[in-house]
């Protein structure tokens, strides 16, 4: 079985724990570390219990609690070789393990494979976690499904996937044309329809569990995220439990099994 537990996720701040067979590992640390510990300690868990820190990228709403969170306790970082270079700085005393896109790499009970997203950041990574057979996607912050995601992600049981933006409140959000471009283009993040399209293409009755994340507050809720997965979900006839992660508050434990 995998559990995992979204600690916080929108545009603003990002930090999911996950656990398997007794390993625990956190992924981004986008929120203050504060905030971390403070949801870690509602999990049962601490800084210390955490056999590593895995990273997608470098933008603040996915790193910007590790300097604190590096002060009290020597972190294990997973990432990218040029996104060490960056997290050097903030984490001095941290142990770093590189990582390459397509090898995997096994933390105590839990096996983890990075692949390549497409966004404008060095090196992005999304992730699989598998423990026991049960496999956990983790897909955020990427313009768009590139060729790989399908084959990485075929089988999963437990999928974290990024819905940012509702297309019509983008184009009238007010904001400049550039950013429009950049949030919807190929090295930005991902609509509810891409979210939907994507699950059409890796749709499977074993998938237990779609947890919808990093969901604008100016240019989507989650109520709209929700509704187009809800509809997406029913069409293809899938059991799937769909959730929508919040910045303010945890999403409970969600356990995923081999069942
Ligand atoms: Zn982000
Ligand atoms: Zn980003």
């Known amino acids: 079985m995998i559990r995992f537990s979204v600690l916080a996720s929108s545009s603003r701040g990002n930090a999911t724990v996950i656990s398997g067979g007794g390993t625990h590992v956190l992924v981004d640390t986008g929120i203050s570390a504060q905030r971390i510990r403070k949801g870690l300690a509602e999990c049962d868990l601490s800084v210390a219990s955490l056999s590593g820190i895995f990273f997608t990228h470098e933008h603040q709403d996915h790193i910007c609690g590790l300097g604190v969170l590096s002060k009290k306790d020597t972190?294990?970082?997973?990432?990218?070789?040029?996104?060490?270079?960056?997290?050097?700085?903030?984490?001095?005393?941290?142990?770093?393990?590189?990582?390459?896109?397509?090898?995997?790499?096994?933390?105590?009970?839990?096996?983890v494979t990075p692949f390549c997203v497409s966004h404008d950041a060095l090196d992005p990574l999304g992730y699989v976690f598998e423990c026991d057979g049960v496999r956990l996607g983790y897909v955020t912050d990427t313009g768009i499904i590139q060729k790989n995601m399908p084959d990485m992600l075929a089988g999963v049981q437990g999928l974290y996937l990024e819905s940012n933006y509702d297309p019509d409140m983008l184009q009238n959000s007010g904001r400049p044309y550039e950013l429009i471009n950049r949030i919807s283009g190929r090295w930005g993040h991902l609509s509810n329809q891409q979210a939907c399209d994507f699950i059409r293409q890796i749709a499977h009755p074993g998938l237990q569990h779609l947890v919808l994340a990093h969901i604008s507050p100016e240019c989507n809720t989650p109520a709209k995220a929700a509704a187009a997965m809800r509809s997406t979900l029913d069409e293809l006839q899938l059991p799937t439990q769909l959730h929508c992660a919040a910045m303010a508050n945890r999403l409970p434990w969600i356990e995923v099994s081999g069942t």
């Open 75 to 111: 972190l294990k970082l997973y990432c990218s070789r040029y996104l060490s270079q960056d997290l050097k700085g903030m984490a001095p005393s941290a142990v770093f393990t590189y990582l390459e896109p397509g090898q995997e790499v096994q933390v105590g009970e839990l096996k």
